[in-house]
């Protein structure tokens, strides 16, 4: 059958800077064993707060890949 | 423990000719893989238009399969 | 009043053949006790799976009909 | 600005023989008058009930495509 | 009648940047033919990855604008 | 293709009497430019607060027509 | 057993006045052949357009009542 | 037809103790009068507070039973 | 800083004559503690049956405004 | 105006032990502030894992009240 | 790149005995292979009944763990 | 009781820079008032259009902090 097929998984991304850092923070570390990416979600976007201030940004994001 | 424990994967399958045809192919391809499949959830339906035409059926299917 | 009131019911339905056929499945099952049937809404797709093929598809529907 | 830009607009398809007719239908109608359409997605599933058995399939579906 | 009527359209929005500068290139497409345009909403964010890498941000939007 | 299609658009209702009143307003405002208008949904109903008081009611509504 | 047990039925009451007329209008059918009723929820409101103008208003609501 | 076909009736169990325990005298009370009851999903858990501390335990299930 | 910040809090709003009055109720009484309301947004409406009749509208709404 | 106007807040209780008690937790906290408590709803169950075990019950409840 | 992230896998837990077992067995089972686990979220509650009876509760969850 | 408690708060902030700069604005505004702030969750994202450009992000972010 030759209709490719996607995997989605679910990842959440940090940074200390910005929730688009967050985001490509994810998609690196997927990068290391997933290939074929193909597109990503954004699920959900929270933090950690730190003394009154924004400490990291978390950000869900459902990553799609080409199963070979 | 005993009680059996399931868990739940995300694909997304296509095809080129209808939605039914698109989730029987998610199914086939987590079979080469996964074993005790139990059921499967659709998640979101879409697809691509080339055209004017709807060219490729997408189906997000959550499929649960017993861990072992 | 005559302004018409309808009632709306939850049905599943099933088929080992498509979901177009567990719809209709659900709708017939319906008919035998329930008269005035005017709508139904698709409120989930889901299905089970054996031998690593879908082996039945189930159909959650909303059937609305006139009260008299 | 040479980022692409696209505008999603909803439709309801109408068939009385399956959900995929009436899906088609819609991009069908929409290709009228739209042109570089690139996907869709299905918002809801209903349909029209007459005597006791499904009469109408009604797909309402968001079509995207490109701004020029 | 005096009370003013708002439309809403939907947009996506595409960068290479940013999901900022998606929304901005949304909203400056639409300012093309649209006037009057009062507020935004973003209803999702996903993109596209390539070669491991976030290859474009896809910012959707409902935007907000008087009839007159 | 004989299968009647249908377009949803999206209107924002206001009045400073009533949601009523809004909604209504907003189906009069789109019967000025669109013809075989059939059905509205309420997706939204909130407003504006000026010294204490509601100062205009906003009702957000889908307007189903027919596509000739 | 002494804890009360409540079960939820779902109607859709229509008016060519008003919301809280079609509201009004299912519980008063309900009453009918139900006892104990307690509670309502609206959960989707919605009406038909005819000439441009609305002509029917219908509110789907969840009615609760003790179960003896 | 040989296809199964189930009901889905929705039910609020109380209960001063637990929201388990709420939700069997929910099932217990259906089992009355519903035969071939089959499984059952958690919809809501509230509750009432009296003098500060919970007083009752309320929980909406969803009974799906086959119908003969 | 001077970009305003707004505070949402959720009230519920009840009378026995209409959603809008229980609505206004709700404004009302915020109106004794809270300054500079900026808008509102029904969240959910509902209510109490007693006798087989409407007894008693209840809206919640959540209200918004600018911290000083 | 003798409509009662009920407050609903948002409190997380924790507990080491189950959700139940987790959620009788924010309920007793509340208490010593908070007078007229008159109902809680179930907005979100989670908790942390420490060494490969449960370790504390996070229950998301809003709690509703009579505003004076 | 320094920034932890966080891998999140969904399982349904099973047990004869409540939902709070449930969970921790589908814990205890992703113990197995998963480590540096952070924390779960349900996600849904059903269950299967039997003979009119709660038979077996069903507890899906997400579960978080960080990716070396 | 020992466990710890949390309360969660609804802010929106506002800037005419960036949504991370508007949510930045909510927690520092926050900060003025509130202590143990722990978390933040993004709930909303909009904003205002002013002659065809973004002219003001918005953010709604409920806050969480502990309750001594």
Same mark, same amino acid.
């Not at 990842?11 to 290391?32: I, N, P, Q, R, Y």
């Given at each position: ?7 989605? =998984? ?30 990503? @979600?954004?699920? @959900?976007?929270?933090?950690? =707060?730190?003394?009154?201030? =924004? ?14």
């Amino acid at each position: 059958m030759a209709n490719p097929v996607y995997k989605k =998984i679910t990842l959440v991304g940090t940074s200390e800077t910005s929730f688009a850092d967050a985001a490509a923070s994810a998609v690196a570390k997927a990068s290391e064993t997933v290939h074929n990416m193909s597109w990503f @979600e954004v699920a @959900e976007q929270r933090g950690s =707060i730190v003394d009154g201030k =924004i400490h990291q940004y978390q950000v869900t994001v459902q990553i799609g890949f080409r199963v070979d």
